[in-house]
């Protein structure tokens, strides 16, 4: 069965990069409506960044500026850049995304969670 594997995360200190990967591990799929959500401990889940199928890109305000959403169609695969990094964005951050066998319609299309990858961001 189809699944997004999510990889990229660890531990930086505060002011350093980090870039998550996210992708389909059948490449029979394409990938839309791609969102990254992260999980602190004691929190809910919050939308961090999704990017539409027209490219358009949207943030929590807490990110902007920081994070960047990008896609690569072709490879079924999402990215979450984050550079500059505080100690409040550790987190376990999860990708969202609509997988669609190739050659069919969107309507055909399931959502689908990443496993998670933890995020530790030192003071």
């Known amino acids: 069965q189809v699944r997004l594997v999510e990889s990229g995360g660890g531990l930086v200190q505060a002011g350093g990069s980090l870039r998550l990967s996210c992708a389909a591990s059948d490449s029979s799929f394409s990938i839309n409506n791609m969102a990254w959500y992260r999980q602190a401990p004691g929190k809910q889940r919050e939308l961090v960044a999704n990017i539409t199928s027209g490219a358009s890109t949207n943030y929590v305000d807490s990110v902007k500026g920081r994070f960047t959403i990008s896609t690569d169609k072709p490879q079924a695969t999402v990215y979450l850049q984050m550079n500059s990094l505080k100690v409040e964005d550790t987190a376990v951050y999860y990708c969202?995304?609509?997988?669609?066998?190739?050659?069919?319609?969107?309507?055909?299309?399931?959502?689908?969670w990443g496993q998670g990858t933890q995020v530790i961001v030192s003071s």
């Open positions: 969202n995304a609509d997988l669609v066998p190739l050659r069919r319609p969107v309507r055909f299309g399931q959502n689908y």
